[in-house]
């Protein structure tokens, strides 16, 4: 969520062409601002700065997204580590593109640390969900007790 928010704050200080920025955060939705603030000025277009602006939160808003659904589920965790993944190569070309490589050796490096955060818990995750299919696949079906086979004579307590 940390990664988000910082995502979020970096955009609004792009925005407002402040000069500083987080490393922490995701690399692909302030590249997509750039890219287009770049080519809005290039032909004079400001409408295409608007529609990287959304573009951009759209991004932070799909990481969002995944965070919420990856409490139940394992695919929003893999789906989010595939993203990185792109994120950080993304980051790579920029930064090899880049007349200051060393600028961006600390966000790299970040990215790394994420990346393996996301692979350990996307690991972490779809063990415990095997773990609990094979649990409740061998729980013997006459042990499991369905509300419509409890009489009210069983359960007094519940009349």
Known sequence: MTLIILSLINNILSIANASISFPFSIFSSVAVMWLTEGIADNFGIQAIAIVGLVLSFLVIG????????SSRKVWPVWTAFGLFVADTLLLAGFALLSSDLSSFMFDFLFHIYVLWSLLTLARAKTQLSQLTRNFTDQVPENTQSRQEDIKPEDAPLLS
């Open 62 to 69: 799909i990481y969002a997204l995944l965070y919420y659904l």
